[in-house]
């Protein structure tokens, strides 16, 4: 098994900045791929960005050269800077892990909010 924890997110300004982190405990070694998903209300649960354990990455076209997903020192961690941040950036993001089996894992979520 593999718990997600989150840390970052809150409520930042059009433009502003934001990073999210998230670190992976359990049975890591496991794990092919982490990245993070968000849900805005009324919308369906869309990928941000992954990031596999070769270092390969995949954005949605919405946070293309905004956002950057990046692993920390540690190979458990994962963290997505968010620069330029619009209003419709505003969602519950949630860690998410895969492993090399197609078992999925995700953390609790963490609220971001764009607005002035």
Known sequence: QVQL???GGGLVQPGGSLRLSCAASGTIFS???MGWFRQAPGKQRELVAIITTGDSTNYAD???GRFTISRGNAKNTVNLQMNSLKPEDTAVYSCYAKDGIERKYWGQGTQVTVSS
């Open 5 to 7: 924890v989150e840390s």
């Open 62 to 64: 919405s946070v293309k």
């Open 31 to 33: 794990l092919n791929a």
